[in-house]
T-cell receptor, first 111, second 116 residues
Framework: DQQVKQNSPSLSVQEGRISILNCDYT??????FLWYKKYPAEGPTFLIS?????DKNEDGRFTVFLNKSAKHLSLHIVPSQPGDSAVYFC??????????FGTGTSLTVIP | EAGVTQFPSHSVIEKGQTVTLRCDPI?????LYWYRRVMGKEIKFLLH????????ESGMPNNRFLAERTGGTYSTLKVQPAELEDSGVYFC??????????????FGPGTRLTVT
């Protein structure tokens, strides 16, 4: 049974607008969360992280929000750029080592 | 700083044959992980090394898979004998350490394994 779920397989956004990617998890023991971006035929590239002691972490155009009570996290990209088009994975872990990944959301930013 | 490297990038073998995948982590990263992605599904954890020691191999599918990290540097993952369901992309990742600081894992480009 999947412990991390990304229920939107795809998302299209106009260039310059905000992209919001969502992720839900079931294990209340998860304390560490990562977002990755993946281009075809490449490995996942680390984007941004957050631990359970925070509810928000920002890095440039990328912000991750964590709602522990709802077991939900989201990645906001603003403004979205065509180069952001990729598959985005969220991942969660209880110990900072074994991470459980979602199935990914394919983001398309339309110029 | 060099990233995580993996070799080969692609491997096509017949059922019953043996394949060995190699991963070189980022220099200085004691933690090394193997993951697998099958048929566009989620990326699944296989195992975790701290230096040369296996910390967690709970994700290894069965005893046809053998991972080693001699000397605590590069790691190999051997599949013997390979079965059709072993096909997928095998990723290696490394990190400075678990816990609040340094838990971010950096992935290699993956090895695409096809068993025919």
């Amino acid at each position: 049974d999947q412990q991390v779920k990304q229920n939107s397989p795809s998302l299209s956004v106009q260039e310059g607008r905000i992209s919001i990617l969502n992720c839900d998890y079931t294990n209340s023991m998860f304390d560490y969360f990562l977002w990755y971006k993946k281009y075809p035929a490449e490995g996942p590239t680390f984007l941004i992280s957050i631990s359970s002691i925070k509810d928000k972490n920002e890095d440039g155009r990328f912000t991750v929000f964590l709602n522990k009570s709802a077991k939900h996290l989201s990645l906001h990209i603003v403004p979205s750029q065509p180069g952001d088009s990729a598959v985005y994975f969220c991942a969660a872990s209880a110990d900072g080592n074994q991470f459980y990944f979602g199935t990914g959301t394919s983001l398309t930013v339309i110029p | 700083e060099a990233g995580v490297t993996q070799f080969p990038s692609h491997s096509v073998i017949e059922k019953g044959q043996t394949v060995t995948l190699r991963c070189d982590p980022i220099s200085g990263h004691d933690n090394l992980y193997w993951y697998r992605r099958v048929m566009g599904k989620e990326i699944k954890f296989l195992l975790h090394f701290v230096k040369e020691s296996k910390q967690d191999e709970s994700g290894m599918p069965n005893n046809r898979f053998l991972a080693e990290r001699t000397g605590g540097t590069y790691s190999t993952l051997k599949v013997q004998p390979a079965e059709l369901e072993d096909s997928g992309v095998y990723f290696c990742a490394s990190s400075q350490g678990g816990g609040i600081v340094g838990y971010e894992q950096y992935f290699g480009p993956g090895t695409r394994l096809t068993v025919t």
